[in-house]
C-alpha cells in the first residue's frame, strides 16, 4: 500500500480539470450517461437511513463498498482526494471506454506524471448516501485500487474519524 501513497497526495491536484474555465472532458472518454448540466445539480445527496460506519482495515485505511450505477465495487475512501479516481479495471467494468490518445496529466506523482481521463458517473452510493452526476476521472496506470475522494464525499453531511471508525452521516 505505500506504493499508492505518493497517488493518493497528488490526487488533490486533479480537481482543476473540473474548474468551470478547466479543460473540457476528453472526447476519448465517454461519459457514464451523463445528464446536460441544466437537468440535475451536480452533486445531489439522497439519504434515508442512519449513520454508516465503516472500520479502519489491517493497513489502516477506511475501504467502502460503493454502487455505481447498478455495480459494486470496493473503493478506498480518501478524504484528501478531490474527486473519485478509478482504476482503470473498476471504469471498465462500469463500461467506461477511453482512448489511449485521450490520456492527458492529471496529477504529479514520485514516478512523474500521472495520466487519466475525466468522465462524469451518473450514480455513486454508499449505503443509503447518494451522489449523481459525480466528477471522476480514469487512472487506468499505476492506481492500484479506485478512490472515493470528494466529489463522492462532499455530498455527505457529516464525515467524522473518531478511532477506528469512519462514520458518513445526516
Known sequence: MKALLPIVLIIGALIGW????????SEGA???????????????????????????????????DVRVDTRDYRMLVDTGASVVALTGEDARGMGLHWDPSALAPVAHGASGPVLGVPVVLDSVA???????????????????VSLLGQTFLSSVPNVRISGDDLTLAN
Do not use: M, N, T
Open 126 to 144: 454508499v449505503g443509503d448516501f447518494e451522489a449523481r452526476s459525480v466528477q471522476a476521472v480514469i487512472v487506468p496506470e499505476g492506481l492500484p
Open 30 to 64: 465517454r461519459p457514464a450517461r451523463a445528464p446536460a448540466p441544466e437537468a440535475r445539480p451536480a452533486a445531489r445527496p439522497a439519504w434515508r437511513g442512519g449513520p454508516l460506519v465503516l472500520p479502519r482495515a489491517g493497513d489502516g485505511h477506511f475501504y467502502a
Open 18 to 25: 473540473f474548474a468551470p474555465d478547466g479543460p473540457e472532458a
